[in-house]
């Protein structure tokens, strides 16, 4: 059963304090302790508001090209099968600045080298800014990223993704005591001097938006991150070797059986071949687990996946994978590159962002290594016939946060070049952020398109780094037009299938006890899948996370829940 669509209107300021959730916690962080941070472990609920007075004025910037693909956004996103010449160029006058800044960027791609020619060029075309990109493993970037921000070491900015939050016991006190409130800079009409900034919107502002104080959250609200993309549509894809697939004579999976049938008759671990690489975060929807915080609304309560009979059929497909050797035996380990293993044909399958699809659709193209080559996406499966569920992504994707004492001076200067970076496609500004250098990292390929070249390959695809610096005013899908086709069809047809989140408009983080008894069961599960413990634990450690925090998390999102839904 799918959790309620159903929205009941939200109730301003005093929202929470009708659902009992307490005076610590209630709405926005918990109150400031004594030293002047703001600190709690009771779990804190932020709705995301967007008639704030913070918020900078909506100003449309109007698409330079339309699209060849009306979707319906953000869940269908636009798309383009041809690219525009000439360029338009979205800010002819950038404004002139001379400062030096340091920002941390997680990263899955190469990193350019410091005098890599790009760096340069787009110094001189964003106004004289001189940034350099600190590019850490995107794996570790996460949990890394708790020591740099308590120890305040992290540049003049950090860039953070969404779930990377997640590894913050409280990410509402990390933001208002690390991070500066920029709400003074870009409240009001802000569409003189970053006008692509003013048309982010106010859905990707207000999900950038933090409070300090839980009793007043409106008045006590700020600005705290440049907002990145604001997400929409299906969050990431389950990808196969459509080329290999075929080889082999075997049908696309439709259902959880099938892939185990495919997996079991495509692997040869004596030969080096395994069906599966990642399956971890892309295996859940397809039992009907639930997104996010985890929790499920079975129409007279929340029950958290954890406990679900569907959650211990999910682990016994992992374990399955483990142990009939159908998995690629360094997955979970460093230095381990899923995307090269399914590159080279050692697996089948693999989960990643969609990235990957034009990425290395274009790689192998450029390179000629494999004419036939072809990644395919799997739709929504389904496992003992029941509806179909594909994860849908959901708010801003991330945030570019600034040190809490850099100066308003600095912080507009940065605020310029993230102007420039929300450039949208169809812009030069655009192809030069995301393609780098024309003769040196990419060329034109024979439908007009960029192409990243052999240096652009080792040098700048998949280098997030002034990529990070701010999301466009909108979405849209591009690349190869055969892939670009594919994955407007794939959206339109996943549809039906997209789970709704069930806190939608809501920030919410649960107790400290709830998630760090979620940490422990966590590593316990990967130790059953994995071999290290036997599947017969699973119902123990279960009865463990609810006593020592399970049910406390329970009692707080359900609060939250009743009085969003009204129930």
């Known amino acids: ?91 002819p006058n950038p404004p002139s600045n001379s400062g030096s800044y340091q920002v941390y960027v997680p990263n899955w791609g190469p990193s350019p080298a410091k005098d890599d020619p790009y760096y340069l060029a787009m110094q001189e075309a964003t106004g004289g800014t001189k940034i350099e990109f600190v590019q850490s493993d995107g794996e570790a970037f996460a949990e890394a990223s708790v020591q740099w921000i308590q120890a305040e070491e992290f540049g003049d900015a950090i860039f953070m993704f969404g779930w990377m939050t997640n590894a913050h016991a409280d990410f509402n006190e990390t933001v208002v005591n690390r991070f500066a409130d920029i709400s003074g800079i870009v409240s009001g009409d802000i569409s003189e001097r970053w006008p692509l900034l003013a048309g982010r919107g106010d859905a990707a502002w207000a ?81 009907r687990l639930a997104a996010g915080h985890g929790w499920y609304w079975d129409g007279s309560g929340l029950v958290h996946n954890n406990e679900r009979s569907e959650f211990k059929e999910w682990v016994e497909f992992q374990r399955t994978l483990t142990d009939e050797k159908l998995r690629h035996p360094s997955v979970g380990t460093p230095g381990f590159e899923p995307k090269q293993a399914q590159k080279s044909g050692e697996v089948l399958f693999d989960q990643d962002g969609w990235n990957r699809w034009n990425d290395l659709t274009l790689e192998m193209n450029a390179s000629g290594e494999n004419p036939d080559f072809e990644l395919g996406v799997l739709g929504a499966l389904t496992f003992k016939d029941r509806e179909p569920m594909y994860h849908a992504a959901w708010g801003v994707g991330g945030w570019l946060f600034f040190r809490k004492d850099l100066g308003e001076d600095a912080i507009a200067e940065l605020l310029d070049v993230s102007n420039f970076c929300a450039s949208p496609y169809g812009t030069k500004e655009y192809e030069m952020i995301h393609f780098g250098l024309q003769g040196v990292h990419f060329e034109y390929d024979a439908e007009g398109k960029p192409a990243f070249t052999e240096a652009g390959i080792k040098s700048k695809q998949d280098s997030l780094a002034y990529t990070a610096m701010s999301g466009s005013p909108q979405y849209f899908l591009d690349g190869p037009t055969k892939i670009v086709e594919a994955r407007f069809a794939f959206n339109e047809a996943v549809q039906p299938y997209l789970d709704e989140n069930p806190f939608e408009g809501l920030r919410l983080n649960g107790p400290e006890s709830g998630v760090n008894a979620g940490t422990v069961f966590d590593e316990k599960v990967n130790d059953i899948i994995y071999g290290r413990a036997e599947l017969s634990e699973l119902d123990a450690a279960i009865e463990t996370w609810k006593a020592d925090g399970g049910d406390e998390a329970r009692e707080f999102f359900e609060k939250a829940y009743k009085q969003l839904h009204g129930e």
């Open 207 to 287: 999900d950038s938006v933090w409070s300090t104080d839980p009793e007043n959250p409106k008045d006590t609200a700020g600005i705290y991150g440049v907002p990145w993309a604001l997400n929409g549509g299906p969050g990431n894809a389950f990808y196969y070797r459509a080329d290999l697939l075929a080889q082999a004579g075997l049908d696309v999976p439709t259902t959880v059986e099938e892939l185990l049938e495919v997996g079991r008759a495509w692997s040869d671990d004596k030969a080096g071949k395994w069906a599966f690489a990642g399956t971890d975060y892309m295996s859940k929807a397809w039992f």
């Open 1 to 91: 059963m799918a959790n309620p669509s159903s929205k009941a209107p939200l109730g301003r300021r005093s929202l929470f304090k009708a659902a009992g959730l307490g005076a610590v916690g209630a709405a926005g962080v918990p109150l400031v302790s004594a030293c002047g941070e703001v600190s709690g472990g009771e779990g804190s609920v932020q709705e995301l508001d967007q008639t704030l007075d913070i918020l900078p004025e909506y100003k449309e910037w109007p698409l330079p090209v339309q699209p060849d693909l009306i979707g319906d956004p953000p869940n269908h996103p636009s798309a383009y099968l041809t690219y525009p010449n000439p360029v338009a160029q979205a800010i």
